[in-house]
């Protein structure tokens, strides 16, 4: 079992930048990928970015390629989403997940509003 926590969410004009956290808990956090997936009102939950256990590999969804950036510290038990250049579009819950051996863990989510 593994407990997330996400933050960092917030309002952010167009053209800005956010940072969100997912601090984990409660197991061995270095053997889980971790992924950041966000649901829009009215959407369905849609895949962002992954990073795979040891952070040597990075997965990214063709609509933040070059602006969003996954990272993680596995001495902190955290991962991170660096979001810069945002869109309107961006706008959703943004929800953090963990996978190991086909299981799923999700964290609460935390809100990001990208407007003027």
């Known amino acids: 079992q593994v407990q997330l926590v996400e933050s960092g969410g917030g309002l952010v004009q167009p053209g800005g930048s956010l940072r969100l956290s997912c601090a984990a808990s409660?197991?061995?956090?270095?053997?889980?990928?971790m992924g950041w997936f966000r649901q829009a009102p009215g959407k369905e939950r849609e895949f962002v970015a992954a990073?795979?256990?040891?952070?040597?590999?990075?997965y990214y969804a063709d609509s933040v390629k070059g602006r969003f950036t996954i990272s993680r510290d596995n001495a902190k038990n955290t991962t991170y989403l660096q979001m810069n250049s945002l869109k309107s579009e961006d706008t959703a819950v943004y929800y953090c997940?963990?996978?190991?051996?086909?299981?799923?863990?999700w964290g609460q989510g935390t809100q990001v509003t990208v407007s003027s």
């Open positions: 990073i795979s256990w040891s952070g040597g590999s990075t």
């Open positions: 997940n963990a996978r190991l051996d086909g299981r799923d863990f």
């Open positions: 409660g197991s061995t956090f270095s053997s889980y990928a």
